[in-house]
């Protein structure tokens, strides 16, 4: 049996705090037992909390106080979770990193120092021995690991093993992404009823960014790899859904491709989180359907056990010889963060980087 | 000064014909004289009429009685609108133009009909030629003219200009339409609220079939022409804004192609209702915005003048040398139908089809 | 132990079937074993159904096939419930109900028959009593039993207590319900997106008519007493949310009455099924809220345990000395339906009426 | 013919203040002459507003240059209409009336001084006598007149003529408000999504407090009178609409008191601006409808000429013989404040305040 974790939530009263409260709560092994926070230091969590998510606030962590994000309050916590707002974030990693904490981060701020990596634990899982370099580097005890911004997750993930196994040329992606997806206050309601909100160049070029990243990294390649090959592009979107961040990517290709072919190679997908069974591993990390109305992101953004950990792929569709149509739906504070977090401490735990 | 026409709107209570009845009621030379509906009538048109549209019902058609759908009826009318459902269309069309009534449609029944107009008067103004041969053949006094889907016109009208600019190889479009596109009762509730709906395959093949046929009229040609060197794909959905269709396409091309070179063909776009000053006619067809977050639905569907007539096209960004991406914005029951029908009636009594 | 109950849901795809469908998945003792529908008979459920609640569809159910409404294919079934719509459910219910069932219904049918239980279990479990007078006179071997319209509870569960308690002279009662109160298809889109829809007299008069018989019948009388002495008036809406209905009363009373004795009286509720510990009674029935900005629809709906089962009830405040303003939340589907109707289940079996 | 006044509009760039440039465009003898901002000063006006109501930015304001709030640039201003943020307005309208200009303010910061009228020309116009006591106290040469609280005028308007005409006793309001009454950016979009946020108990009380000093003024009474006789309550919501309040009443009487003579009253409402034909007098301040699906946000808000001057009220039913239920909606933004402040320009400079 494994050695019970415990583990500090930084942010805990965000969207991304509550999935890691709520996740961790059923974890077999890493329990939630700090929870840090800002404005809300001094309140009971259960009191305190914006619940956006299903069921109540687990009796695990009700009835816990809201603490400062202080390391020396800290002592024997073995990991930290950090889905901190960007810029805040930063800072406070490093000196966590620095004290010999492993942190696992949700936050833009190290997702791109060469020796931090940017993992999917399926997909780019040899990226964790960056660490290694990081550590020595940086002469840290600790060290970080960051998670991919959630819309770059909703491309990547069915993107990877499509250009792990065929000659992709590039992906023209066009996100419709929710609200939870800016935290909390996030986007102004007047800006959105009545309205579609175009998220605009940053943030496009910060998806393209991070895909690239990670699929330059598919290959067993390490860092940030050139992909100057692929042409990717996106065109991201917010609009009135809660959680879930849908994507059409038309998929393009060198050589005549047949979407036949890519669906099997998406069914098949699997990595090493489910070589593993580690705990939160969906069986698959992809699920395909056929409906031609589907995905929904009401209907299948809880896809996967545990619930949210699939992607679901759906309109695949042969556009011409060497171009395919594919929809994506990832639901953004699971398998975009928390989850990924959570799966990313799980796959360090085996690797022998958190103890 | 121009005889006074008298139009009758059929569907005038549906949600194009509410946009029939307010842009005739300001129109200098068409007047709405008759409104045809099915279940309202007999009802004063103000008290029945869901006014899902800016303003109050004017006073031209407040009082006026909702009357069937009956050309004995319509002795006195110049002009048949009609925004009819599909498959109800079809064979009252038929009807009126037999008997000698120019009939402008904008339901789906007879888009495909060889010797049919399928007419953007910027566009395709040259098709109206096909009257003359649908008269003759059918031996009708009348005829049968067609507005094409809003969707289509929506990514047909800007890509238009590009097609006829530049060596076009194909687009790949992702629409995220508005509610009153599909009519009212429409989408029920359930289904668009914390939700997108996927058009599904048929609504995705239409749309890619009009373009086609449009875009292969743009150089001149008639009928139906095949199309098969430019590659057409179109992604479909309905999310909960109540007017207006927001398409995004990622433009190929032959060759390298600027995409300042793009803006400036779509900025200089004109058509015979500009050169005609049609009363209808919108100063610039397509308007293009620079700033990184528009067009967005709620500010901009009723742009230009008269408000809805222009397509309002952004975020023109050069995605490789031979791709471009592109925004546009269609308000769908305006320009996409009663504002398109208005337009092409102008046009048609400017060449003489109409007296 | 319990003897396991089989029980064949009519309906089963509906609004309130899919919450029969997850709490009978969890029962300790009565099963999902049938599946009636009418347009989806002979799908998997999993594949049909609409899962407009939360998780997905359980694998007790998910492979079932949806079967017809038939009662010669029901023969092992122990319990009948059903949430069918108003008109289909009356003759259906009778059929079975002559052939010895026991039927549960949600639907509106039969709620005036002055044999026919209008059953709250914590509020009037004493009507059941009527089941024997309805056996006798209509020489069944089943009965049925019926449960009220989820706006009628939402106001009659929290003014039961009150009226019980205190010299209740009124309520004036302003309602804002949810979309799923309607079924699907239901409330057209464009009826709701920036709107309020008003649900009219006919809607404002059977919630008053259903609430004026629970409360002539809380102080133990049975049938519909006249409860002239109470004036009670509803004003019913339906807005853009999923699920909950929200209802704010100002509730007047005959003689000074403090706020605080209310809020006593409501936090202590309790009533038979919680006596009995029956395994769908929430620990309380009511549960009040301090916080001047709660309940709320989307955090606060699922209140209770099982959730959904606790009305929430907030805004407690003395406006004059003999007036007091209350809101309650109340999940429509859940506690206005499909949970009311299985807590009415196990208290019938408990009191020998289903063995 | 009247002399042209020249006016300012500060918080010119907010959700009032865009109908104070809508509105005055079209003025017959107020011309939008100075635009103050904030964060937008530098800006062109049509360039930097969110034109968040009907048409496109009018072309009198649409080439202006935001301005900052400064009284040395606007020697030549005749009157200032001040929307400003609460907190932000007091200050600055104190300086302007001292300096001379008459200041129009939406704003609450003086609606309470006793020397300042709170004025609803309809309904109180005698209180700008309060000016000459203002202007004396103060030593000032201009002097600050302010228009209520939207949804207090939505209460209040429908009730003056109901308490001028009945002995009533009191009124129990719930609201049900939209979102541009908060301002941009206003409301979180994930407080409202599927949900409905109650405004809490200082929204309510700040509501019946303005409504009682209306209705007190009613009876020719001037500063805030007692009203300990009318006993009022108010709950007050906002949602997801975007311009409309919505507000069910639940009205008492001292005696009994016939729905139909209350229609009556309603109907036959009319006030001094209707008497003096101000411009932006609504020839009916209060529009009654009999359907009993309405009034609708979507639909009505919109009401009398000007298109939101006036109240649309309908559901009007006798409860019981001493109560009656009416429903009122108001455009918040217009009649509840650029309208109204407009209007109250105009009764100013007829009963000679401005020149
Ligand atoms: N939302 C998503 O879908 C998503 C997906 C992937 C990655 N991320 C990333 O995850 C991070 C969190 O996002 P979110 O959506 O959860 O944000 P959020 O809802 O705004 O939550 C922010 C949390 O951080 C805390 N906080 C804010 N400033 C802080 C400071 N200076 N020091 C310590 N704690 C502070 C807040 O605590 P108090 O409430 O106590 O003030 C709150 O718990 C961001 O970096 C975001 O980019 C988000
Ligand atoms: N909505 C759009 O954006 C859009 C854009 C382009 C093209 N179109 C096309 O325009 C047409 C109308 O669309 P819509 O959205 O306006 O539909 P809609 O809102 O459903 O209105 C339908 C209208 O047709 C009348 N009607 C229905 N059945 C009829 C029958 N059998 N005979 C005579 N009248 C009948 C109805 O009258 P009563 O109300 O009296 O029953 C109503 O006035 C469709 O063909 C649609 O494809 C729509
Ligand atoms: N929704 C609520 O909040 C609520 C609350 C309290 C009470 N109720 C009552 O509960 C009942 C059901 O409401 P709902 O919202 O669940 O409705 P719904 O979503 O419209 O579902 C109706 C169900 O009934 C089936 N059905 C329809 N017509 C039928 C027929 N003629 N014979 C057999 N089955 C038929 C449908 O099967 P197919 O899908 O296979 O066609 C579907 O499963 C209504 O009487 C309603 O008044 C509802
Ligand atoms: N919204 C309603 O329905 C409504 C109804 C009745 C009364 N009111 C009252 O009207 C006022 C305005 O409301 P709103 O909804 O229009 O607000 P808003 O949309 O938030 O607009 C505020 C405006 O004030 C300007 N501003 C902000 N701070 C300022 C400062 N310190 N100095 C000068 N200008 C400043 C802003 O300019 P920049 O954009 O340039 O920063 C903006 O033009 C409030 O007092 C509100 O209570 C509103």
């Known amino acids: 049996m494994k050695r019970i974790l415990k583990a500090a939530i930084l942010g805990a009263t965000g969207l991304v705090g509550i999935e890691y409260a709520r996740m961790l709560s059923e974890h077999p092994y890493i329990k939630p037992a700090y929870l840090a926070g800002k404005n809300s230091v001094g309140r009971p969590y259960g009191e305190i909390v914006r619940w956006q998510t299903v069921g109540q606030v687990p009796k695990e962590v009700r009835d816990m106080e809201v603490k400062p994000t202080d390391p020396k309050l800290m002592d024997d916590v073995d990991i930290i979770f950090s889905p901190l707002p960007q810029g805040a974030a930063g800072p406070v990693e490093e000196q966590f990193a620095k004290l010999g904490f492993p942190v696992i981060s949700n936050s833009p701020d ?7 990596p940017l993992l999917i634990p399926e997909v780019n899982p040899h990226t964790v021995s960056l660490i290694d370099e990081q550590k020595k580097r940086r002469d840290w005890k600790g060290f970080i690991v960051t998670t991919p911004l959630c819309t770059a997750q909703g491309a990547a993930i069915p993107l990877s093993p499509i250009y792990m196994n065929f000659k992709m040329n590039g992906a023209y992606i066009t996100t ?3 609200l939870s997806g800016a935290g909390y206050p996030g986007i102004p309601s007047l800006d959105i009823v009545d309205n579609i909100l175009p998220l605009g160049d940053a943030y496009d070029a910060k998806t393209i960014k991070e895909v690239t990243r990670i699929l330059g990294e598919v290959k067993r390649n390490i860092g940030e790899p050139s992909m100057q090959e692929v042409s990717l592009a996106a065109t991201t979107h917010r609009i009135a859904t809660i959680h879930g961040h849908y994507e059409v990517s038309y998929v393009t290709f060198k050589e005549d491709t047949e979407v036949s072919k890519v669906r099997e190679v998406l069914d098949n997908f699997r990595g090493e989180p489910q070589d593993l069974k580690l705990p939160t591993a969906p069986e698959k990390p992809i699920i395909t359907m056929n409906e031609d109305n589907r995905p929904q992101v009401y209907f299948d953004r809880w896809a996967g056990n545990p619930p949210g950990m699939s992607i679901v792929v759906g309109r695949l569709k042969q556009i011409n010889n060497r171009t395919i149509r594919m929809v994506s739906l990832i639901h953004n504070t699971i398998r975009g963060a928390a989850g990924g977090g959570i799966l990313s401490a799980e796959l ?8």
């Open 348 to 355: 360090l735990k085996e690797k022998g980087y958190i103890e």
């Open 110 to 116: 190290h997702r791109f120092d060469p020796d931090v």
């Open 176 to 178: 419709i992404q929710s």
